[in-house]
């Protein structure tokens, strides 16, 4: 277990992909905080499944796009396992639209959460990691953020963003010991992918040159991989996990 | 004062790894005793833990020399 000792904040961890890397870290031998924000019970139940494994876990309520609040959950966590050694900036929102049809409220509710969220996420640990002098972040952008995608110009251009933050604070942060790499999932499935309807899905497996949706547990191997060891000297990285999507 | 001075001029020598004969109230971060942004922003931090005490991002901006954090953290205790 090559996570033992180590302890990880991981935003939207009450379900789908983020739950999974929770739980990944965990089983790896790290202490959880487990971040929601709305689905309390959910949360409560990943970090009850985290205790059992013998670690430590506990959940935090907070909107990532409210900059006070953020630094309240990261005070939290730190007051409660003294440091952080891995964040994992996952939490994210859709408001699927046509550009033309967009409304300005849905392009703004999803760049404050999907991109500003995990900018305000990686200012309030930076202080801590620098003190430690050492530190991973893991960002989860997406596939569309390398190719785009038709219907979703806000979650697109949030995503690309993410990719662009990854590599600007990797370069700002990498004299001290702390990586910053992001993870662009293709189609997982998940409580997002399932809301689509059958004919979109197969329309987009058609796209997938291995030819099926992606697990989330696949997402939660790669982030395993790089909060280890084994990635000590990966950072400013962009790992597609998208059965091909982006070559 | 003194006192200060001294805890400030540790902080100063065993983070940016200069003599302690370079430092004095003039002496700039940055021209003078070789740091760049990240090892003044990690000055601040270190200050705070040593003085026990918030430094608002504004007010570090205006921290750029020696005599600037003394005279700061006289002001705040």
Known sequence: MNLEGKTALV???????????ALELARLGADVAVNYAGSEQKAADVAEEIKAMGRRSFIVQCDISDSEAVQSMVKETISQFDRIDILVNNAGITRDNLLMRMKDQEWDEVIDTNLKGVFLCTKAVTRQMMKQRSGRIINIS????RIGNAGQANYTAAKAGVIGLTKASARELAPRGITVNAIAPGFISTDMTDELPQEAKEQLIGQIPLGTLGDVEDIAAAAAFLAGDGARYITGQVIGVDGGMAM | MADVLERVTKIIVDRLGVEESQINLDAKF????????????????????????????????????????????????
């Open chain 1, 11 to 21: 935003t939207g961890a009450s379900r789908g992909i983020g739950k999974a890397i």
């Open chain 1, 142 to 145: 997406s596939v569309v953020g």
């Open chain 2, 30 to 77: 940055k021209e003078d005793l070789g740091a760049d942004s990240l090892d003044v922003v990690e000055l601040v931090m270190e200050l705070e833990d040593e003085f026990d005490m918030e430094i608002s991002d504004d007010d570090a901006e205006n921290i750029t020399t020696v005599g600037d954090a003394v005279t700061y953290i006289n002001s705040k205790n």
